[in-house]
């Protein structure tokens, strides 16, 4: 029995020894990023960007997420990032556990998950923690994106039923005839 009391205390003390290298390192749960200062809620957001003209950036997360953590300890506070999310979009903050229909609405059913909206419509998408320079690059095709007066999901649409077209007119030719033109 003592040797179990020993393995336990000791147990113990490990873990306890982790939690706290860990809070010293900033574990635990981070800030929530000034850049999300202002905003109630999701629907607030989407009211307010279509009044204004402007894209709402939905940032979800949640406590329990090492990454979102992570990320609202670095990435969302970086001057750059910041700077391009205050010019470009209209910010808000969705915690998952706290808002289920934000949460849903957003399809985040993994976390971290960055989505872009205009007029309410997802317009581009992004999950998990990625480095500074492609969240920069992926944040400015998304606004591009999202500017454009032909949404990606038309263009990209177009294109693919533009192929398709192209290969089965191919496929309908007679092997020793000359290939149509594409439209």
């Given at each position: 029995m003592n040797r179990l009391l020993n393995i336990l205390g000791v147990a113990s003390a490990i873990i306890v020894s982790i939690l706290i290298i860990q809070r010293l390192?900033?574990?635990?749960?981070?800030?929530?990023?000034?850049?999300?200062?202002?905003?109630?809620?999701?629907?607030?957001?989407?009211?307010?960007?279509?009044?204004?003209?402007?894209?709402?950036?939905?940032?979800?997360?949640?406590?329990?997420?090492p990454p979102c953590?992570?990320?609202?300890?670095t990435l969302l506070v970086e001057p750059s990032i910041v700077?391009?999310?205050?010019?470009?979009?209209?910010?808000?903050?969705?915690?998952?556990?706290?808002?289920?229909?934000?949460a849903e609405r957003l399809a985040a059913?993994?976390?971290?998950t960055t989505v872009i909206l205009k007029d309410g419509k997802q317009v581009a998408r992004m999950e998990g923690l990625v480095p500074h320079d492609a969240y920069a690059q992926w944040l400015t095709a998304?606004?591009?994106?999202?500017?454009?007066?032909?949404?990606?999901?038309?263009?990209?649409?177009?294109?693919?039923?533009?192929?398709?077209?192209?290969?089965?007119q191919a496929a309908e030719q007679p092997s020793n005839a000359p290939a149509a033109p594409p439209k």
């Open positions: 390192a900033g574990g635990g749960v981070a800030p929530t990023p000034e850049v999300f200062q202002g905003r109630s809620s999701l629907e607030a957001a989407i009211t307010e960007a279509a009044k204004s003209n402007k894209v709402v950036f939905a940032f979800a997360t949640a406590d329990w997420c953590q992570q990320m609202k300890r700077a391009q999310i205050n010019r470009d979009f209209l910010p808000v903050y969705v915690d998952i556990e706290k808002d289920n229909a934000a059913f993994s976390v971290p998304a606004y591009e994106q999202a500017r454009s007066a032909t949404p990606f999901v038309e263009r990209a649409s177009d294109e693919f039923l533009k192929n398709i077209q192209k290969n089965v």
